[in-house]
């Protein structure tokens, strides 16, 4: 079973802070990498694609991707209460191979407290 | 608005009936796909269409799911005889080709009492 994995939380940051959310997957040839934001009783949101190493800047949002350690991870500069929600990873798996499908992961919660 | 419409946003039904969701997926995007969502879980893979082909079908899917696009428009998902574990959030994405990133409609909220 290919599987991705993210920390559950809740994760509880200060305003201001950086978040940090983290995400591993065990398919090796895996090659694109997303990262979705869902508001509870809301429906996903696409925030960022990663699809090679290194990292990938989008305002406060930054994607980082390490394929040699199947790991990528989100970081979100100046937390702000409004960024209180669910963050789900999503990866291209070779086993949804034939239509490019997400393979998402259970989401990790995030609290921002003013 | 040009994203991805869902409809209805809610459904409740009784245990046995058969319920029917519709997804209008953004214009110029080909790939249409239904994930099913429950209270603390990731979306999950239910079906995937290009264009009004049914590509790749999870083997999660039971033979009481069935999906058609016709004519590689909107896309129909129907529940047939719905079981209580069939309450979720049924989501519908839509994608291009080009970027295979996916965007979500509101989704369809099942409730089978």
């Known amino acids: 079973q290919k599987e991705v994995e993210q920390n559950s939380g809740p994760l509880s940051v200060p305003e201001g802070a950086i978040a940090s959310l983290n995400c591993t997957y065990s398919?090796?040839?895996?090659?694109?990498f997303f990262w979705y934001r869902q508001y509870s009783g809301k429906s996903p949101e696409l925030i960022m694609s990663i699809y090679s190493n290194g990292d990938k800047e989008d305002g406060r949002f930054t994607a980082q991707l390490n394929k040699a350690s199947q790991y990528v991870s989100l970081l979100i500069r100046d937390s702000q209460p409004s960024d209180s929600a669910t963050y789900l990873c999503a990866v291209r798996t070779s086993i949804l191979n034939s239509g490019y499908a997400l393979n998402f992961g259970k989401g990790t919660s995030l609290l921002v407290t003013p | 608005d040009t994203g991805v419409s869902q409809d209805p946003r809610h459904k409740i039904t009784k245990r046995g009936q058969n319920v029917t969701f519709r997804c209008d997926p953004i214009?110029?995007?080909?790939?249409l796909y239904w994930y099913r969502q429950t209270l603390g879980q990731g979306p999950e893979f239910l079906t995937y269409?290009?264009?009004?082909?049914?590509?790749?079908k999870s083997r999660l899917l039971s033979d009481r799911f069935s999906a058609e696009r016709p004519k590689g428009s909107f896309s129909t998902l129907e529940i047939q005889r719905t079981e209580q574990g069939d309450s979720a959030m049924y989501l519908c994405a839509s994608s291009q080709k080009t970027t295979g990133e996916l965007f979500f409609g509101e989704g369809s909220r099942l409730t089978v009492l």
């Open positions: 214009s110029e995007h080909n790939r």
């Open positions: 398919d090796r040839v895996s090659q694109s």
């Open positions: 269409f290009q264009n009004e082909a049914q590509l790749e």
